[in-house]
C-alpha cells in the first residue's frame, strides 16, 4: 500500500531495513520494528522504546477508533519518539485527528490523499484540547492572553 | 436587545466554527462528486448532525445546555424557513430537528448557523454528543451550582477530540447542579452531579454507564466526589477506557452501559481510576482562571426587584380559570423573589409534540426580549422555558403565549407527552408515535381533568430504541411491530425525577392503535378511583403494583 509522510506529496518507498512484526514474533525477538493490533496492550513495549523506530499501529475500519488511544498513549505515556504508523482503512478525512494523536506517517489507498496530507494541518487553526502534537489548546491561549493584558495594563 | 447571560464565543470559536464548516462543504462536494462513497461519508454528516431518515435528510441542532438568546432563536427561525418547511422540531435531548434538508444546502444552513454562534457538530455519530443539563440552570430556587459552565468546558474539550472520534457506540453527558435532578444523569453514559460535601466543597459524583434503549440500565456511581478542576482528566480516563475496551463487535452491544455490566462496576472503577491517576495533575487540570473566565460568562442577569404578590395577578387568577391553572402547572419558582420561571408549552391539544414553527419561534424570541431577559430554553420534555418572568408580566407573558398557542396549561400534564419521530419520519420505526400522542392529547384535552388528574408522564417510542424515553414514563408506550402490524406494549411505574430514576414494568401483551386512548382512559380511571390523598399516579401505583391497572386494561381493551 502507498506510504505518506509529510514534506512529500508523492507516496514513498518504504525502508525495507524496517519490516515491523506482529508483536507476539517480535516478543521473542524484538527488532526495531512492530505492528501492534488494536487489541494489544502496551506494557511489554515499555522498556524497549529507545530500541523501537517504527510502530505500525491499524485500522481494521476507519470507524475502529481504537489504535487513537494506543497512539496516545505511546506518546505521550511512554514517551515514544519513533515513526508511529497508521495502517488498514487510512482515509484522507481522519488525518486531522490521526496527527494529533501523534502519527506521523500514513499508509492509504485512497486517491488524493498525498495532497490532502499536506494541507491537513491547515484545516483548523484553533483546537480545543490538549494531545499528543503540542499545540496549545484555546484555552491555554486564552489564559496566556488575558495574563498579557494584565501585566501590560501593570506595566501600564 | 439585553446581553446574553451565558457562554459568549470569542474569536477562537469562531475561527473553529468556520473552518469546521469549510472542511463540511469540501467533504459535501466531494460526496457529490463521487469522490467518497456513502459508506465513506456517512461518519463525517453525522458527525455534522446530518442524518438520512425515510423521506430525506435531518439536520440536528445542538442546544448546547438548552440556552438559546432570543437572537440565536430568531436564526434557527430563518433557517428553518429558508432551508426547510418552516417548522422544527425540538428533541429530549436539547436539539432542534429540521426534517427536510437537502444534501446540498447543508453547508449553507451550517454556515448560517455559524453566524449566530451555534452548530451541528457530534449531534450524531460515534462521538462525544452535545452536553444536556437541566433547563432551568443558572434560575432555578434549588440550584448549588450552575451546572452549564460544566457543559462548556466540555462542549471545547470533547469538540473534534482527536482520541474520541471514532468511538465505538454515541456518548451522551447529562449535568445537573441541583440536587432534584431535571436532566435524567441516571440514564446517561455519564451523568454527573454537583453536590457540596460535608467539608462544604463543591464536586462531581460521577454516574457511568446509564442509558435507554434496547437494553435500559440505570447508572452506576463510580466516584462520590471529583474535585471540580479534575473533571477533564477524569472524564479522559473514562473515554479512554471506553474506547479501548468497549465492544465493537454489536453494535447493540457497544454502549459503555454493556461495558459497565460485563466487567462489572468495581472493575470499571479500577481501569478507569488507574487512568485517572496518570491524567490528574496534567495539563488536563482545569486552570482556576479558566474556570472563573467562563464561570462569570454565566453570571446571572441582574434583576432589578419586583414585588413577589401582585394585586392584578391575584385578580386574574379569579376571573381566568386557564390563567390559573397556568401558573400552577406552567410555572416554577425562581431564586429570585419576584421572579418565575415560565415553560412554555408545545404541546397544544392535538399538535405534534416539540413541533414549532418558525413564526412561533419568532414570537418565543420577542416574548424573551421584552420579558425574560432575552434568553430561552430548551428542556427535554420537549418545552420551551422563559426563565426570567417578572410575576407582574405573567399575564402579558400568558397573553402572548396564548396567541403562539403556547399557552397550554398542561406541563408535567397527561398531555405534556414526549413522543419520537416514529413511523413518520424515521427509517428504524415499527409503528407511529407522533399520531398516537396526538389522540391521547385530544382525548384528555380538558384542562380541568388534566389538573385533577395531577403529575403524569406519557412517552412514547416507534421502537426499541427508545428515543421517546418510554421506559422512565410513569405510563410508556413502545411501537412494536407484528407480522405487519402496528401495536403498542404498555409500561407502567417508570420515572427519571428528581433523582427517583425507575424502570417501567411491561403490563401485558401489547394492543392496537385504535386501542391505545382507550387503555390509557382505563388507567387513569383505576388511579381516579383508588388514589390516597396528594398521590400521584406513579404513586399509586408503586402502592397497589401492577393488577388493579391491568385487569381493568385487558377487561376493555
Ligand atoms: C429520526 C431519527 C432517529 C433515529 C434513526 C434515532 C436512532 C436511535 C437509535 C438507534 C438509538 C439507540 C441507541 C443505543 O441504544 O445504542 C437511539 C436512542 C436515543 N435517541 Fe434517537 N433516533 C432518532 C431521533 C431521535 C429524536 C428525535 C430524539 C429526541 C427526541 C432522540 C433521542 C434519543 C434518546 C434520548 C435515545 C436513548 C437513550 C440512550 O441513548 O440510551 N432520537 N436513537
Ligand atoms: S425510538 Fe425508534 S422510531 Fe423512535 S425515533 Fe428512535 S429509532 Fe426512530
Known sequence: ?156 | MPDTHFYRYDDYDRTLLSERVEQFRDQVRRRLAGELTEEQFKPLRLTNGLYLQLHAYMLRIAIPYGTLSSRQLRKLAEIARKYDRGYGHFTTRQNLQLNWIKLEDAPDAIAALAEVDMHAIQTSGNVIRNTTADHFAGAAADEIEDPRVWCEIIRQWSTLHPEFSFLPRKFKIAITGSPNDRAAVRVHDVGLRLWRNPEGQVGFEVIVGGGLGRTPIIGKTIREFLPKDELLAYLEAVLRVYNRYGRRDNIYKARIKILVHEIGVEKMREEVEAEFVQNKDTSLRLDPQTIEAISSQFAPPALSHRSAVVGAVEALKLENRDFALWLKSNTAPHRMAGYRIVTASLKPAGAPPGDASSAQMEGVADIADAYSQGEVRVSHEQNLVLPHVAVEDLPAVYAALERLGFAEANVGKITDIIACPGLDYCALANARSIPVAQSISNHFASLAKQHDIGDLKIKISGCINACGHHHVGHIGILGVDKNGVELYQISLGGDVDFGKTSLGDIIGPAVGADRVVEAVDALVATYLERRDEGERFVDTYRRLGVEPFKERVYATV
Not at chain 1, 509529510?6 to 518507498?13: D, L, Q, R, V
Not at chain 1, 524484538?30 to 529507545?50: F, S
Not at chain 1, 497512539?71 to 487510512?90: F, I, P
Not at chain 1, 488525518?95 to 494529533?100: A, D, I, T
Open chain 1, 1 to 156: 500500500m502507498p506510504l505518506y509522510k509529510e514534506g512529500s506529496i508523492a507516496p514513498i518507498a518504504a525502508d525495507d531495513q524496517l519490516a515491523p512484526l506482529p508483536l507476539a514474533d517480535w516478543l521473542k525477538a524484538p527488532t526495531q520494528a512492530v505492528m501492534l493490533a488494536n487489541t494489544d496492550v502496551l506494557d511489554p513495549l515499555k522498556n524497549h522504546m529507545g530500541r523501537l523506530k517504527l510502530i505500525a499501529l491499524q485500522f481494521p475500519k476507519y470507524t475502529d477508533g481504537r489504535a487513537y488511544s494506543q497512539a496516545r498513549l505511546l506518546r505521550s505515556r511512554l514517551g515514544y519518539r519513533g515513526e508511529l504508523r497508521a495502517t488498514g482503512d487510512v482515509l484522507r478525512d481522519q488525518l486531522p485527528f490521526l496527527l494529533r494523536c501523534g502519527f506521523d506517517s500514513f499508509e492509504s489507498n485512497q486517491a488524493g490523499f498525498g495532497p490532502a496530507l499536506a494541507r491537513a494541518r491547515t484545516l483548523f487553526s484553533v483546537v480545543y484540547q490538549s494531545s499528543s502534537d503540542d499545540r496549545a489548546p484555546a484555552a491555554l491561549l486564552r489564559l496566556k492572553l488575558r495574563n498579557a493584558t494584565a501585566e501590560a495594563l501593570a506595566a501600564d
